[in-house]
């Protein structure tokens, strides 16, 4: 068992059992906040006024001093529903790729502009589109789909998808996004 100590922010409560994410701040996009990575989620397992103790329950990357924890959303099992094809979705655009690096064909995350505001859900399939031999996209323009995305992260106004099928490259800030399948 791994443990670690963690100092809660002043407004913050916590209670044995919560989940939090530890994870490193990296850069900042404007107007949207920092990009979160995460290292890892720990349960917590001892409140003392601030001062938290909490087990790691799954690693991702390196848990050291310096990271920030955040309570983690509760999840509510969707059992066997699957997200079904929709017409017409809404259309939104990439923020940008949680990596400044991306390895072509990785299951990258990547933020768009839509969020719970928007009815956007866990679960919910985006494609990423790209126009066809255009710098730009208007109402008429065609476009062709690069990648499929599926929502891992819903906030108020943006959302995070992890990519799961890629057919090129295309993935850049400003690129559209379109709804085609709902939970």
């Known amino acids: 068992i791994c443990e670690i100590d963690l100092r809660a922010p002043e407004s913050a409560v916590y209670q044995i059992g919560d989940t939090v994410l530890v994870a490193q701040l990296s850069r900042e996009l404007v107007d949207w906040g920092h990009v979160v990575v995460p290292a890892g989620l720990a349960r917590v397992t001892n409140v003392a006024g601030a001062s938290l103790r909490a087990e790691i329950i799954t690693q991702f990357g390196r848990i050291a001093d310096?990271?920030?924890?955040?309570?983690?959303?509760?999840?509510?099992?969707?059992?066997?529903a699957v997200p079904v094809p929709v017409e017409n979705g809404a259309m939104g655009e990439v923020i940008d790729a949680r990596d400044i690096t991306q390895v072509p064909n990785h299951r990258d995350v990547v933020f768009i502009n839509l969020g719970r505001s928007d009815g956007v859900v866990l679960?919910?399939?985006?494609?990423v589109l790209q126009p066809i031999g255009q710098d730009e996209v208007s109402a008429a323009a065609e476009v062709r789909q690069v990648a499929l995305m599926q929502i891992v992260h819903v906030r108020e106004n943006s959302s995070s998808?992890?990519?799961?099928?890629?057919?090129?490259?295309?993935?850049?800030?400003g690129v559209p996004v379109r709804l085609v399948r709902k939970m």
């Open 161 to 173: 998808g992890m990519l799961v099928n890629i057919t090129d490259l295309g993935t850049a800030p």
């Open 123 to 127: 679960g919910d399939v985006f494609e």
């Open 66 to 80: 310096g990271l920030v924890a955040m309570p983690v959303d509760a999840f509510a099992d969707p059992g066997g």
